[in-house]
């Protein structure tokens, strides 16, 4: 198994808005869901992940187990952490990811007026 380069299609870019170590789990995930990092591909360490990120050690680590809790990942005691092999985990948490962003999605739509059918009128135009 190769291990995962630096990113090069996404850049860690944190917005104030939301916690830092939810928006590395964003990162990672697209990562993940983008096919930049495939599945069975180690990770890079903590450190070097922290240190690409411009982020804690602390903070990276956090945002780890919470993909190691998702299944995304997982860690080999001597060996360090991979991304699931499972495609099927992974493909459950890419559809719960675009669920939430469609509902927030919505939600903004509805807040500024629109109606279903405007919304999906956009959408076959689109």
Partial sequence: M????????????FKDER????????YIKLRIFSGEYAP????LSIRKLA???SVSAVTMQKALMELERQNLIYT???KGRFIADDKNIIAGVKQEL???YMADFLEKM????????EILDLFTGY
């Fill in 40 to 43: 069975g591909s180690k990770l």
């Fill in 51 to 53: 240190e690409e990120a």
């Fill in 19 to 26: 916690a830092i170590y939810l928006q590395i789990i964003e």
């Fill in 98 to 100: 675009g669920m939430a």
């Fill in 110 to 117: 509805k807040n500024i007026g629109f109606s279903k059918n």
């Fill in 2 to 13: 190769t291990e995962i380069k630096k990113g090069i299609n996404f850049m860690w870019d």
């Fill in 76 to 78: 080999h005691r001597t």
